[in-house]
């Protein structure tokens, strides 16, 4: 990835500026297993919409180098109740 952690830029042109491609997989995985695990909630569909929600949200971690430093810490906030509402969810 092109952005380093002792970027303290908020210019996003410095290697960053495709990040969301970097995260953009996984939040289509995330969102087609939501959608089967809608149309049909079995344990497989839970376990596998849970799995993608992780996914997705380490993807998200993975281009935390690239989030403006103004934005960072809500960010990271945002990511770690998310991961919570995810590890939250009960499959059986």
């Known amino acids: 990835m092109g952005c380093s952690s002792s970027d303290d830029s908020d210019d996003l042109s410095s290697g960053c500026n495709n990040w969301s491609e970097l995260y953009l997989a996984q939040a289509n995985a995330y969102s087609a297993a939501f959608n ?8 497989a569909n839970c376990q596998s919409y849970k799995t993608a929600g992780l996914n997705y949200i380490d993807a998200l971690e993975d281009v935390m180098d690239c989030v403006p430093n103004a934005n960072r810490q809500r960010f990271l906030e945002d990511v770690e109740e998310y991961r919570d509402e995810v590890n939250a969810v009960v499959c059986n």
């Open 36 to 43: 089967a695990y809608a149309t049909d909630p079995s344990v």
